[in-house]
């Protein structure tokens, strides 16, 4: 089992860029597939990124292809989303999750709000 935390939201402008960070508890953080999502106002979960157990292969969200890149610091057990480029329309609750298999989160995040001003 493993518990995330995420850190690193806030309010910032639209070009701006912002780095989250999600802390994960457990010593088995390696073996897992771990990826971001995000959730704004009246608007249903979405995928964003996500990244191989060890930090090889990873995979983005058309919307945010090219601007966010994810990465893993197994040795700190900790996961990070850098946005760049950001835009009004990224603002959202981000949250990190992780599992045994692709696609597959069994262990989610509080989340983190990432508001981007125009």
């Known amino acids: 089992q493993v518990q995330l935390v995420e850190s690193g939201g806030g309010l910032v402008q639209a070009g701006d860029s912002l780095r989250l960070s999600c802390a994960a508890s457990?010593?088995?953080?390696?073996?897992?597939?771990v990826g971001w999502f995000r959730q704004a106002p009246g608007k249903e979960r979405e995928f964003v990124a996500r990244?191989?157990?060890?930090?090889?292969?990873?995979f983005y969200g058309n919307v945010v292809k090219g601007r966010f890149t994810i990465s893993r610091d197994n040795a700190k057990n900790t996961m990070y989303l850098q946005m760049s480029s950001l835009k009004p329309e990224d603002t959202a609750v981000y949250y990190c999750?992780?599992?045994?298999?692709?696609?597959?989160?069994?262990?989610w995040g509080q989340g983190t709000q990432v508001t981007v001003s125009s």
């Open positions: 999750a992780a599992g045994n298999r692709i696609g597959e989160y069994n262990y």
């Open positions: 457990g010593r088995t953080f390696s073996t897992y597939f």
């Open positions: 990244i191989s157990p060890s930090g090889g292969i990873t």
